[in-house]
């Protein structure tokens, strides 16, 4: 009888240690992995200095499901700036500086966007709706420089699910 007993103990102790090793990953050690990466992906957009005559507003860098609606986790990285400067010229700059991987999209907020789904906001990046909506209005700004990479990782992170 005693035996049956341990077995049983052995069996619903391994149980807790499992589910609770699942709780802490998913609560705790992917977000601070997703963390460590997201760091090193956005540093080298988030790392630039504007040159004279761009304002920076605000920027982002975020991990998280940002587009879709699948279990996954994007990561981003962003810049809300103000200027007056030549597009050109803004646009030479930031890809001359830029020394990541991932894509460097520029998203002028005073021009104008084909209709339809997406218009308001075509990055079609839910994060960013804040800024494309209200606080580019609010602040004159009129560029979101971004990197952004979707579905990255498996969403052993609860902010990816």
């Given at each position: ?39 090193q992906f956005s540093e ?96 004159g700004a009129n560029l ?18």
């Amino acid at each position: 009888m005693k035996k049956g007993l341990t077995t049983i103990g052995i069996i619903a102790g391994l149980v807790i240690l499992v589910i609770g090793s699942y709780f802490v990953s998913y609560r705790w050690l992917f977000p601070y992995l997703h963390n460590q990466t997201l760091k090193q992906f956005s540093e080298p957009l988030i790392g630039i200095t504007p040159s004279p005559g761009i304002q920076k507003i605000d920027s982002i860098s975020e991990v998280g499901q940002q587009s879709g609606n699948s279990d996954h986790c994007d990561y981003l990285a962003a810049q809300l700036l103000k200027t007056d400067l030549p597009k050109s010229e803004i646009e030479k700059y930031y890809r001359s500086n830029y020394k990541g991987k991932t894509e460097l999209n520029f998203f002028w907020t005073d021009e104008p966007h084909k209709p339809g789904i997406g218009a308001v906001n075509p990055t079609n990046i839910s994060t960013l709706d804040e800024w494309v909506n209200t606080k580019s209005k609010m602040t004159g700004a009129n560029l979101i420089i971004y990197i952004f990479e979707e579905g990255l990782t498996s969403a052993f992170d609860y902010r990816c699910s």
